[in-house]
């Protein structure tokens, strides 16, 4: 088997872990989390390290543009829906949660380092730091938008609610 069908499988399970651990609602609901959190940041962090030469996809074969390798940006948004999923409301425990995420990222990239389909000029420190920075503001970040569109969504319901009742009022 070529190497560069490793990513599609990866994804592939990770959509099977998906489907079978989050209600179709809940994917729904934190889709959009998921692509600007974990797609689009993915995108952006693999453009950097392609430019600057410190990590880049390697036999990705027809998967890929550009070095930027076109499953991962896919199984980084499924990975992010679960993690928003799963993320735990109290404070100290969510502060965990993203540590173990972050570790268990590292463990990750240097598996792919291992199979031979990505390359970085460090094992370690270049991963832990920069899912630090990634898990940091996609948590930071989810909190935020979250509570911003469950503020908007109030609103528009209690709106709706109140022309319903003044409707329903008017009719009797």
Known sequence: MPEYFIYPIFTVIFAIILMANVPR???????????????????LVHSFG???GL??????GPFGFIGVHLFPSLSWSIFFI??????????????LFAVVGI???TLYHTMLLDLGILKSASRIIL?????????SIATWGFYKLNSF??????????????????QSRDKT
């Open 25 to 43: 609602q809940e994917i729904q609901r934190l889709s959009i989390y998921g692509i600007i959190f974990g797609g689009i940041i993915d995108v």
């Open 50 to 52: 392609y430019v600057t």
């Open 55 to 60: 990590f880049s996809w390697i036999n990705y």
């Open 82 to 95: 679960l993690y928003f999923y799963f993320l735990p409301k109290q404070k100290p425990l969510n502060y």
């Open 103 to 105: 570790f268990f990222s």
């Open 127 to 135: 991963p832990l730091l920069g899912f630090s920075v990634w898990f």
């Open 149 to 166: 569109i469950e503020r908007k969504t109030r609103g528009v319901v209690s709106i709706k609610l109140e022309r319903y009742s003044k």
